[in-house]
């Protein structure tokens, strides 16, 4: 039987709870459609911070490595570790070791769940890069602690870091319905959001069946607010499709819903998929939190594993479930309720 190892990082808070939802609902739809997946746990987590001074062994990535995907929960208690220290050991470098430049974030009203906007026939994939950059890491402090303080965070953007996320984008929106919105600030960004937009350019003539629109990614707020349903593939920035994504979850009835998965399409390393939300240390004892992100992000690891079939019997499970009126509403059924509508549909 065809066997796929996947590495289980629950992490923190509410990301133990949902991502064994999510497991127990990945094996079930596994053994459904004849194929097993092998899960190796690992605590990495700010507990495991606590304990060891890092969010992951030195050679935690090496580690990694070896397997088929990453199942991952959420990273951060803020409370006990600084979320710049605990992102920058676990979740930042693995998207950054392992070239998961694509972040492809879904967002769509599920059966069942009302969202904030009077429009709801909207359907729209957010394409985020993954590996550069707002988020490259590129700065410094000097004088800390002093009135002369200065700060610098540099965005680094690489064509070739760009050229490959677009031509993501591109690919996306041609499997889908032909539409890309290219996202960007370049009337105030005069360097890096004009390159972005150049190469956006030289893409449109390659792929002349595709229609591309650039945006600001001011209008693009306002766009996926008033108007979503003119929206297919969104392409963005680091940092703009991070915010983008969050709108785009609230749009979509909430953080609940959103899931993601952090591609590396060249299959060089793994891909790591986890639900958009934290580990919203708010509710992590309440037993409440809503396990669909996490679930549909696993469903999106099926899909890219080749597994196509048995991502659909859980994306159809998610939706009996929503349509039944079952975690739609935050905090009108625990984690264990949800979990287990989706795992009756599956069976
Ligand atoms: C997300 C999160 C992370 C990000 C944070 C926690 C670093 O907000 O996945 O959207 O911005 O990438
Ligand atoms: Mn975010």
């Not at 000097?142 to 591109?170: C, D, M, P, Y």
């Amino acid at each position: 039987m065809k066997t796929y190892s996947i590495a289980l990082l629950p992490g923190d808070g509410i990301g133990n709870a949902v991502t064994e939802a999510a497991w127990d609902v990945l094996q079930a739809a596994a053994k459904a459609s004849d194929f097993a997946l092998e899960g190796t746990f690992f605590p990495w987590s700010c507990d495991f911070y606590k304990q060891t001074g890092a969010m992951m062994p030195s050679d935690g990535i090496e580690t990694l490595r070896r397997f088929d995907a990453i199942l991952l929960g959420a990273v951060g208690w803020p409370a006990e570790v600084p979320d710049s220290v605990s992102l920058h050991g676990l979740l930042l470098p693995i998207r950054k070791a392992f070239t998961q430049y694509a972040n492809i974030r879904p967002h769509r009203l599920l059966p069942g769940v009302s969202g904030p906007l009077k429009s709801s026939a909207f359907d729209i994939v957010c394409i985020r890069e993954n590996t550069e950059g707002e988020y490259s890491g590129a700065g410094g402090r000097i004088h800390q602690g002093t009135l002369n303080e200065v700060a610098i965070e540099t965005s680094i953007f690489t064509w070739k870091g760009v050229e490959r996320i677009l031509r993501f984008g591109f690919e996306q929106a041609r499997a889908r319905n032909g539409r890309l919105a290219s996202v960007t600030k370049s009337n105030a960004q005069r360097y890096s959001m004009v390159f972005w937009d150049e190469i956006t350019q030289m893409l449109a003539s390659e792929y002349s069946d595709i229609e591309v629109t650039s945006y600001h990614v001011d209008a693009m707020a306002a766009r996926m607010v008033m108007a979503p349903e003119t929206l297919d593939v969104v392409v963005a920035s680091n940092l703009f499709g991070d915010i983008l994504t969050d709108l785009g979850a609230a749009i979509q009835g909430g953080l609940g819903f959103a899931a993601s998965a952090n591609i590396n399409p060249d299959r060089t390393a793994p891909s790591m998929f986890e639900p958009v939300h934290g580990s919203a240390p708010d509710i992590a004892h309440l037993g409440i939190a809503n396990p669909i992100a996490a679930i549909w992000s696993g469903a999106m690891m099926l899909d890219h594993l080749g597994e196509k079939s048995a991502a659909q019997r859980i994306m159809a499970a998610i939706e009996a479930t929503t349509g039944a009126g079952i975690g739609t509403i935050p905090g009108n059924h625990t984690t264990q309720t949800i979990t287990k509508s989706v795992l009756q549909t599956i069976a």
